[in-house]
């Protein structure tokens, strides 16, 4: 990492992280709520995936703050290498999250783009003059089963905002080996498939035993009943 490119870096977390630190960095307040519905468990972990920023509209920094740790995964590398400055403590991969291993296409208006996708239906409908690059995509369970230190497979919080690719990664997530407390998950409703989408998410986390339990802005809440 040159140093122009380290200097520029910071100064974009200085932008997003400011002098004083906030009560909230999330879009939505999801973060407070987190830490309010956590305010018990000082050392837990967290995935994130389309974590985007160490700060801005982050969920899980609030979370870091408090001692967590855990997985921030997103297909952007300037926003990993981000995180890896400003969240050491994490484990912090540059990669596709799919439903299997294989070469994908991900559409990007920015280097650093908070919207960029490798669902071409998401792409078409939110994105204008994007371009298109081939990457490898992996399957959640391999990159846990990897990246998973300590081996224990239940997580207080997995949180994946992937711009239209959610369900996709959820499907092929084994719920017998990984547990989760909470689920975040993004979900739209601007028109007919992307409703449709939402509701598959629904009926699919409802069938592994995790209930709705609110919504934040573009942001579904589940619960697990089991734990």
Known sequence: MNILYKIKLYLQLLRYRGLK?????????EDSFLVDYFKNTSNGRYIDIGSFHPFRGSNTYLLYKKGWSGINIDINKISIDLFKLARPNDINLNLAISDT???????????LGKMNTISP??????????????????NLN?????????????????????????????????FKKYSFKLILVETHKFNLDFKQESDKIHILLKSKNYNYLKHFGETSVYENTES
């Open 21 to 29: 630190e906030r009560s909230q960095y999330s879009r939505w307040g």
């Open 101 to 111: 291993n294989k070469i994908i296409k991900i559409y990007q208006t920015k280097d």
């Open 142 to 174: 391999d990159i846990l089963y990897k990246y998973n230190i300590n081996k224990n497979n239940r997580f207080e919080l997995i949180d994946i905002d992937v711009e239209g690719s959610e369900y996709q990664i959820l499907k092929s997530l084994n």
């Open 121 to 138: 239906k998401f792409a078409s409908f939110f994105l204008k003059n994007y371009h298109v690059r081939e990457s490898r995509s992996y």
